[in-house]
């Protein structure tokens, strides 16, 4: 590879704050932005544990410029004290990765409004909170990056995932005002929507049965899926890599799915 594309894939001299990255695809998303030259590494969790858990596993993962705080992304004040901390003790924020997210798996009719609110505030407004309180340091800096983690539920929709689906959806089209909006300072928002991953937030959907057969729900996904598998938080690696760097600087308002071709594929015909 040559000099400028190499530079065009880099992430060095620039700081990535990644929500919710203790574990799953935001850990997987942070270990990428490592191996692509990132400075520092900022994230977030609702509570301690996860975060003192998450700075351990960083450290296991040979990462040290990694910088955890507790910080629950639906606290609006919370958000604007974390970006002011983050600014004093580690430095600028050029990407934005807004990746904390939660999901209640209830049929709409008997999910209360809490739960389904609950899962609005953290999957939509929680990016919304964040992204205006990093936006205002990329508009002076006129240059930034913010990724929003999506879903194949930006797109579609199934049985008792309502507030997860609306949220998701929401997103996409905030992904695109962010475009909008901010575009003429050289802020470019992009979705990244990753298919079925095993991760923790998806492992009710695949663990074995009393009689030791597979979740129908296993079998489904694999069903639904070109390549017959779940993907795994790695594959994310290169796509968040390309919209974290220079390389995207033209992409705006898009949403790169990482679904292994689950949204073209109508599903493997039964034999
Ligand atoms: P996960 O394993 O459940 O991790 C979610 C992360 O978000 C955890 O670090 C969690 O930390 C954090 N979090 C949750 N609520 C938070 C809050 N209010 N404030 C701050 N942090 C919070 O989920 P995942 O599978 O890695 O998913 C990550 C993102 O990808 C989510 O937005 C999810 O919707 C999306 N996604 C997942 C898949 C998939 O198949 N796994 C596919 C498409 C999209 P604590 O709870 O410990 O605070
Ligand atoms: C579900 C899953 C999905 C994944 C992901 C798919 O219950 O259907 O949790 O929603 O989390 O969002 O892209």
Not at 5 to 20: C, D, H, K, V, Y
Not at 32 to 60: H, Q
Not at 174 to 184: A, M
Not at 194 to 221: K, N, V
Request: proline letters at 4%; one cysteine or more; glycine letters at 10%.
């Amino acid at each position: 590879m040559n000099s400028n594309m190499a530079n065009m894939f880099s992430l060095e001299g620039r700081n990535a704050w990644i929500t919710g990255a203790a574990y799953g695809i935001g850990f997987s998303i942070a270990k990428a932005f490592v191996d692509a030259g990132i400075d520092n590494i900022i994230f977030n969790t609702s509570n301690e544990e996860s975060m003192r858990k998450g700075l351990e596993a960083y450290r296991e993962a040979g990462i040290t410029n990694v910088h955890g705080y507790v910080c629950d992304v639906t606290d609006e004040t919370a958000v604007k004290a974390l970006v002011d901390k983050i600014h004093a003790e580690v430095g600028p924020i050029h990407i934005l990765v807004n990746n904390a997210g939660i999901i209640k798996r209830i049929p709409m009719h008997e999910m209360a409004r809490s739960e389904f609110q609950r899962v609005i505030d953290v999957d939509l407004v929680g990016p919304y909170i964040c992204s205006a309180a990093v936006v205002p340091e990329m508009m002076e800096r006129r240059e930034g990056k913010i990724i929003n983690i999506c879903s194949m539920m930006s797109e579609l929709g199934r049985e008792t995932v309502s507030a997860y689906a609306a949220a998701k959806g929401g997103l996409k089209m905030l992904t695109r005002n962010i475009c909008s909006e901010y575009g003429e300072y050289n802020i470019q928002c992009n979705g990244l929507g990753p298919g079925y991953i095993a991760t923790p937030q998806t492992a009710p959907l695949r663990e074995r049965q009393s009689d030791g057969s597979r979740h129908p729900f296993d079998s489904f996904i694999c069903a639904k899926t070109p390549a017959g598998r779940w993907l795994n938080p790695d594959e994310l690696a290169g796509p968040a890599v390309f919209l974290a760097s220079h390389a995207s600087d033209a992409v705006n308002g898009h949403i790169l799915y990482v679904d292994g071709g689950i949204l073209a594929y109508i599903g493997k015909q039964p034999k």
